[in-house]
């Protein structure tokens, strides 16, 4: 069983566009709304695998609602924690060259009670869990250590935990060795403090977050691929994909392979790389099944292109 923690979860509308003018009347040629926020959609793809998940999450007013019923009408069990403000709703503008701009709203602000209320939660679910998926943003509300507070219990219950999030609060966790993390390559260069322009910069970043705490390190490097940085070694893979359709939600997809696939070693990383290819090429932040998948389009291998320059290099 995989739990997924989304302390700060949203309504994610898409809106698909001929192009996107500022300051016109914009009409959009599709839209599609999706329960989300990173362990939402981690929960989204694992429950599309066939494998059991459930989603702790904070709910609130009427965007809360939906968020639910459409979880329930995916047939993703949650365990939301009711929570006085309202759940956020993000944006995202795809247009037809698969430019996408998104506008992530803060969210609302928990209180002290609804925080040991999310903890709670988790604590109460995690009995079973193989897995628990620590994903996103933190609300207002929540302390920067919050994640590594969350780690120590997790790790205290015999849990293993993968971490995305980002900023002060990737750091703060590091200290409580989370088996993995998942970076994409603003992330990483962000906690490291500099520009990351070849797949050997984001390699050595990617030790460094070993060094300060990381088990290991999955770095989602967009178009370029993935890496895998653990104890035994590093690996480097990647798939091709001929039309994006939209990204929203990859960078969750291609997580959730790497748990499914065990949540270690290079087998993991190949799941990884071919559930983020399958992610790019859905609209919205749409999950792929199985039959969505083609893993024999993944190339891996132990020498990672050092040298090959990231296609959208990160400062
Ligand atoms: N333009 C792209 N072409 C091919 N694969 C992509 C593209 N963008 C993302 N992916 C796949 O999805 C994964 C996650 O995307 P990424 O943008 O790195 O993460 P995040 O969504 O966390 O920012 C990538 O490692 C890659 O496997
Ligand atoms: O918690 P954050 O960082 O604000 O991100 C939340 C957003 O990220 C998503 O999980 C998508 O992930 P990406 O932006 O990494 O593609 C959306 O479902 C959600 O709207």
């Known amino acids: 069983m995989i739990l997924t923690v989304t302390p700060n979860p949203s309504l994610d509308r898409t809106y698909e566009v001929p192009s996107l003018d500022r300051g ?41 609602a939906l968020v639910a019923q459409l979880l329930d009408e995916q047939g993703i069990e949650a ?10 709703s993000n944006i995202a503008v795809a247009e037809p060259d698969g430019t996408l701009t998104k506008i992530n709203a803060p969210g609302p ?44 219990r997790a790790h205290a219950a015999g849990a293993r935990i993968a971490l995305d999030t980002s900023g002060p609060a990737l750091l703060a ?23 990351l322009a070849t797949v050997g910069d984001a390699v050595k970043a990617a030790e460094e977050l070993r060094e300060r705490g990381a088990r290991a390190v999955l770095a989602s490097l967009g178009a370029d691929g993935q890496l895998l940085v653990d104890a035994s070694g590093t690996y480097f893979a ?37 559930h983020g290819a399958a992610a790019v090429q859905l609209p919205g932040s749409a999950m792929p099944s199985p ?8 190339t891996l291998t132990s020498e990672a292109p050092l040298n090959r320059p990231l296609t959208e290099p990160a400062t």
């Open 24 to 64: 016109e009347v914009v009409r959009a040629t599709g839209d599609r709304m999706d329960p989300g926020g990173k362990g939402v959609n981690v929960s989204r793809a694992v429950a599309a695998a066939g494998v059991r998940t459930v989603a702790v999450l904070p709910l609130g007013g009427a965007p809360g």
């Open 79 to 88: 365990a939301p924690v009711p929570v006085a403000g309202q759940t956020r």
């Open 109 to 152: 602000e928990l209180s002290g009670a609804e925080q040991e209320s999310l903890l709670a939660a988790v604590g109460e679910r995690s009995a079973g869990a193989d897995w628990i998926a620590c994903c996103g943003s933190l609300p207002r509300g929540l302390k920067p250590s919050w994640y590594a507070d969350l780690v120590a």
């Open 173 to 195: 966790a590091l200290a409580e060795r989370p088996d993995v993390v998942k970076p994409n390559a603003e992330e990483l260069a962000e906690a490291v403090g500099r520009p």
């Open 238 to 274: 990647s798939a091709p994909v001929d039309v994006v359709r939209s990204n929203v939600g990859a960078g969750d997809s291609s997580l959730a392979g790497f748990l499914i696939a065990g949540g270690t070693g290079p087998t993991a990383l190949a799941s990884a790389v071919a």
């Open 291 to 298: 039959s969505d998948l083609a893993p024999n389009e993944v």
